[in-house]
């Protein structure tokens, strides 16, 4: 079946601090990839997508690459903030007849001023 | 834009009751999915519907039932409460092209508290 191995935390850095966060899963066919983003006691958001291999996601300085040879879609961005502090997590939507989400485990990051 | 609605936002039951929990699609949405978020965990994954039909089933336990209607809102029945049931309950709508989904946008959720 499907899977999302999810880099485990918690994450703690400070302001400015380069981030990747690691993802990779295991899918038949050809899975459509995200990263949702939780704040705390709310809902789940959409932060990127990507829907085939090589494809770059990106939104809000965060960027993925769908990586089909590594099976990765790796979250990294350049230099975060405070408010980036939030749990993350992968998640891919098979393509088959079976079409639900599988998500990874979630990742919490705390930004430090 | 509109967005998936979830209603009620709380909702606080005492064991072995019963509730409803109701999600709207987006507008032209085919596709709704129910999650259960315990706390500190990862959504898993209960039930789907793909145009008013059982699309695919989870962990949903058999005290769950679920069904989608013909305006697409979708209702998660939830019988004889137990206190594990307590939980963040989302709801993701998303519309199917040709063999790709688009991507899932979830509701805010609905928080079950079981007393």
């Known amino acids: 079946g499907n899977s999302v191995t999810q880099m485990e935390g918690p994450v703690t850095l400070s302001e400015e601090a380069f981030l990747t966060i690691n993802c990779t899963y295991t899918a038949t066919g050809y899975p459509s990839l995200f990263w949702y983003v939780q704040y705390p006691g709310e809902g789940l958001q959409l932060l990127l997508k990507a829907t085939k291999a090589d494809d770059k996601g990106s939104n809000k300085g965060f960027e993925a690459t769908y990586r089909k040879e590594t099976t990765s879609f790796h979250l990294e961005k350049g230099s975060v903030q405070v408010s980036d502090s939030a749990v993350y997590f992968c998640a891919l939507l098979s393509s088959g007849s079976a079409r639900q989400l599988t998500f990874g485990s979630g990742t919490q990051l705390t930004v430090l001023p | 834009a509109a967005g998936v609605i979830q209603s009620p936002r709380h909702l606080i039951k005492e064991k072995r009751e019963t509730a409803t929990l109701k999600c709207y699609p987006i507008p032209r949405h085919d596709t709704v999915y129910w999650y259960q978020q315990g706390p500190g965990q990862d959504p898993q994954f209960l039930i789907s519907f793909y145009e008013k039909m059982q699309s695919d089933k989870g962990s949903i336990p058999d005290r769950f039932s679920a069904q989608q209607f013909s305006d697409y809102h979708s209702e998660l029945n939830m019988s004889s409460l137990e206190l594990g049931d307590s939980a963040l309950y989302f709801c993701?709508?998303?519309?199917?092209?040709?063999?790709?989904?688009?991507?899932?946008?979830f509701g805010q959720g609905t928080r079950l508290t079981v007393v």
């Open positions: 993701a709508s998303s519309s199917r092209t040709g063999r790709m989904n688009t991507e899932a946008f």
